[in-house]
């Protein structure tokens, strides 16, 4: 079984049609994984012991779940802690990709004045591996 873990602030039963399907492309199985509040006064320590905790939950399934073959990442959230949650992931070293969704911003500018906008997904990206960076 393969399994995407989403772990954002957009669950995946609110997903459109086309995020939907490339997520099905990835996986068989998606669970949703509330992305973290992050106070602003949170720590580069606070950060990186939250993206320490993920990760190893994430390993967890990996290596205790028999039925686990591959793991697939979606990370969306606030930035610092997103960043740490992927390097976490990739310093693991077990294969787990992380990805990130792309969409295309969509501007209407309505008659009062103000700006609505509507966010189309694209696709999936691969996040780089930081030590190519």
Known sequence: M????NISNHPSDKWGEKQIQA???LAD?????????VPPKATSYEVRTTALEIANEIAKQKHFQQDVEGIT???MGEMTLTF??????QNLKLDIRCIASCTE???TEMPDGTKQSKFE???FR???HIELL
């Open 2 to 5: 393969r399994v995407l873990f």
């Open 23 to 25: 997520a099905k492309e």
């Open 29 to 37: 199985v998606i669970k949703d994984c509330q992305f973290p509040n």
């Open 73 to 75: 990442v979606h990370v």
């Open 84 to 89: 740490a949650i992927v390097a976490a992931l």
């Open 105 to 107: 911003r969509i501007v």
């Open 121 to 123: 997904f694209v696709q």
């Open 126 to 128: 691969h996040y780089p």
